[in-house]
C-alpha cells in the first residue's frame, strides 16, 4: 500500500516539476501580456503583464471559479 502511495506523490511531483519548468520557460522568453485585462478593460499590474497574463487577478480569479463549477 505504501509502494502505491509512493508512486503517486512520485508522479505528483514530477507532474508539477514540469508544470514549473514550462512556467519559467515562458518568463524567461520576457513575454509580454496585455496592457489592458481582456475581460474588464482595467490596467493590468506590471508585474502580470510581464509575465505574459491577459487577464487582472480578480478576472483571473472569477475565471477559475467559474471553470471549477464545470470541472468533471
Same mark, same amino acid.
Given at each position: 500500500m505504501?509502494d502505491?502511495i509512493?508512486?503517486?506523490n512520485?508522479?505528483v511531483d =514530477?507532474e508539477v516539476?514540469?508544470?514549473?519548468?514550462k512556467?519559467?520557460q515562458?518568463?524567461?522568453?520576457?513575454? $509580454?501580456? !496585455?496592457?489592458?485585462c481582456?475581460?474588464?478593460g482595467?490596467n493590468?499590474p506590471?508585474? =502580470?503583464?510581464?509575465?505574459g497574463?491577459?487577464?487582472?487577478v480578480?478576472?483571473?480569479?472569477e475565471a477559475?471559479r $467559474?471553470k !471549477?463549477l464545470?470541472?468533471?
Amino acid at each position: 500500500m505504501a509502494d502505491d502511495i509512493d508512486l503517486a506523490n512520485d508522479l505528483v511531483d =514530477r507532474e508539477v516539476s514540469l508544470a514549473l519548468n514550462k512556467m519559467r520557460q515562458h518568463a524567461d522568453q520576457n513575454k $509580454k501580456g !496585455s496592457k489592458y485585462c481582456i475581460e474588464c478593460g482595467d490596467n493590468m499590474p506590471a508585474g =502580470r503583464m510581464k509575465l505574459g497574463f491577459n487577464l487582472c487577478v480578480p478576472c483571473a480569479e472569477e475565471a477559475e471559479r $467559474k471553470k !471549477s463549477l464545470f470541472a468533471d
